[in-house]
């Protein structure tokens, strides 16, 4: 049973009790038709219980027994004809008590929990929690991807997406639609992206904000898309101010440590004072980050690698080249651009080793919205290097295989780094302003 229906069942619980005060009260005050009327609403109140509690717990459930006790004792006392007020009470008290016992103990409380991701790509930050609540009998948990679009320059909505076909196939995807949080109404709900409005590039769609779904659970779960360095002595004041962040009533970060820098973020920002830090240990827990169990858990044997790939791959090492969004921003691009060409050149055609070059999946839509110019030479490399099949052009949802496979790190600093690093390969990282034609 669900937890907000137990609890509503108690209440009722306690509506009887008041109930039976008042039959008392008629009785020493010889209100024989209120009394009788209230009797009947007893009876019936206890029948609406038995009801919900079959419904939700099967037939002949144990409490149910007791409450069908419960309605004869109110039968036989109203039909007696004799009211002894003080007795009657506490028959009354004693059958409901026992019904109430019953429900208290005997039926357990389901949690229904619901996970709402956007990309497709970014689902292994919330994987493996969905898994352990999968498993758990005493959890109900569902997956409904939630729609984003792209922001134009302007600010305004832009590209749909909805990437709920792009999900492994042993996860089972609901369709946004077709779950009514204001009826369902879950008792727990994860998120990876905290940005609400506030991001430049996309925005998933404005019913789903954070600020919204809070309206619609007990527990607002919000857990990062991203993982850091774990040497790092700071974190991105945005990231720790994010609108997830502030909005969840808890907060799932990649270790203590980072939580800590977490914690001091928030308390510098809004005060450290008692209250606050109380508020603040509640909310942030380093619990650690369910890219890391991904990365861990995905093995090179566990894939099926597509036959183009294979064709391209044949028995050479393989270097994951991960090019960061970042790189077509105006700051960058035109220090990239001949980078990314040099790269290439490197690497094409070698006997020995293979490219598989994996760029960041908002690159495009990024550089649509911060930098539109970048975009034409930079797709003239892209497909250059996919129609000479220079390498491998990976811009499938799954970053975990990319990892499993390969055998070595090349290219931006990102969060993919300390992913990377928990596999104990080499991680090489690019500097986009050393080049052979310099």
């Keep these: ?84 007020a003080s007795k009657v009470k506490k028959t009354l008290d004693r059958k409901l008590m026992t019904a109430e016992s019953s429900a208290k103990n005997d039926i357990n409380v389901k949690l229904e929990v619901v996970f709402m991701p956007y990309k497709a790509s970014m689902w292994d930050s919330l994987e493996s929690v969905w898994k352990a609540a999968d498993k758990d009998p005493m959890c109900d948990a569902y997956v409904v991807p939630i729609p984003y679009y792209d922001k134009n320059p302007s600010g305004a909505l832009g590209k749909f997406h909805y990437e709920g076909k792009e999900y492994p196939d042993y996860v089972p995807v609901i369709h946004y639609e077709t779950y009514d949080l204001s009826k369902r109404r879950p008792d727990v709900i994860y998120i990876h992206n905290p940005y609400d409005e506030h991001n ?45 962040v502030i909005n969840s009533d808890k907060t799932i970060v990649q270790s203590p440590k980072f939580a800590d820098l977490f914690k001091k973020t928030l308390l510098s920002q809004f005060g450290d004072t008692p209250e606050n830090r109380m508020i603040v240990n509640d909310k942030i827990q380093g619990l650690g980050s369910p890219k890391f169990d991904a990365a861990t858990a995905h093995k090179k044997e566990n894939y099926d690698i597509p036959s183009e ?96 496979i390969s055998d070595a790190y090349y290219g931006s600093w990102s969060s993919v780094i300390p992913i990377y690093k928990s596999t104990g390969k080499p991680v090489m990282i690019q500097n986009i302003d050393i080049r052979e034609d310099l």
């Design 200 to 244: 430049f590039v996309t925005t998933v769609d404005p019913r789903f904000y954070s600020k919204e779904l809070k309206k619609y659970t007990d527990c607002l779960v919000y857990i990062p898309y991203y993982v850091s360095d774990e040497n790092a002595n700071a974190v991105r004041t945005h990231y720790v101010l994010s609108a997830g």
């Design 1 to 84: 049973m669900r937890r907000a229906v137990k609890q509503s069942l108690m209440e009722i619980f306690s509506t009887l009790y008041e109930a039976h005060n008042y039959i008392k009260n008629f009785i020493e005050k010889g209100k024989t038709d209120e009394l009788q009327s209230l009797f009947g609403d007893c009876q019936q109140t206890a029948i609406q219980l038995g009801s919900i509690i079959e419904e939700s717990e099967g037939e002949g459930f144990i409490t149910v027994s007791h409450l069908e006790s419960y309605c004869e004792a109110v039968y036989e006392i109203a039909t007696s004809g004799e009211f002894i």
């Design 309 to 404: 790939w294979k064709e391209i791959i044949g028995d050479k090492k393989i270097v994951l080249y991960n090019t960061h969004l970042s790189m077509l921003m105006k700051e960058n691009y035109h220090r990239f651009i001949p980078k990314l060409k040099e790269v290439i050149k490197y690497f094409r055609n070698r006997d020995d080793v293979v490219l598989l070059w994996r760029p960041h999946p908002l690159t495009i839509s990024t550089a649509e919205s911060m930098n539109p110019e970048a975009i034409g030479p930079y797709m003239e490399i892209v497909n250059e290097f996919r129609n000479n099949k220079y390498g491998v052009y990976d811009d499938t949802s799954d970053m975990n295989r990319a990892i499993a």
